[in-house]
């Protein structure tokens, strides 16, 4: 049994080295998909996870303090400034996750998923706990560090803009301009 398996194994093997390379994927219009190659650095990894590696640093740095800046997307005036003691968090941030099975795996059809505990029972999700130890979702932003090392995250939503520094920021003038409405 084990001489037929051997043999089985043997035809297999060379003839998948007769069997055409699979094509590469291409556009409707004809374009190959490309490939680069990515350099690391000395620590093995590259620019990008060094970049993700070290905002997860920053932000979770004991006592550390930001500066948050509100600015108008029409006129370039800083509307609010404010320290920040920590991080800002976004409203979407948890720390368990949206949706988990029911008790005892009710209505799953079988899905086991990842098991999280939820007031002392143990639930499943879907969902992934993410590297700073939350789930959910943030509001999408930037964030990079000046040349001379100075952390910045940046929002854009509407008619604001959110600038997020550990250092303060020269700006000319800040305008904190709350209306009320009449009743």
């Not at 590469?24 to 590696?53: C, D, F, L, R, W």
């Not at 509100?70 to 991080?87: C, F, H, Q």
């Not at 799953?108 to 130890?133: C, K, M």
């Amino acid at each position: 049994m084990i001489k037929i398996f051997l043999i089985l194994a043997a035809v297999l093997s060379l003839t998948a080295c007769n069997m055409p390379a699979p094509a590469p994927p291409t556009s409707t219009t004809g374009v190959h998909e490309a490939k680069a190659e990515v350099k690391v650095q000395a620590s093995g990894y590259t620019t990008e996870q060094e970049n993700v590696k070290r905002r997860l640093q920053e932000d979770n740095k004991p006592g550390a303090v930001k500066h948050l800046y509100v600015i108008s997307a029409y006129s370039g005036d800083v509307i609010l400034y404010s320290t920040v003691n920590g991080k800002v968090t976004s409203s979407g941030k948890r720390l368990t996750p949206y949706s988990v099975t029911s008790q005892g795996g009710e209505y799953n059809s079988g899905f086991n998923g990842i098991p999280v505990d939820i007031g002392g029972r143990e639930r499943h999700t879907a969902e992934v706990l993410q590297d700073d130890g939350t789930y959910g979702s943030s509001v999408d932003y930037i964030y990079w560090w000046d040349v001379r090392g100075v952390y910045h995250q940046h929002y854009v939503s509407g008619g604001t803009i959110v600038h997020i520094s550990d250092q303060p920021l020269r700006v000319g003038k800040v305008i904190i301009n709350i209306e009320r409405d009449a009743q």
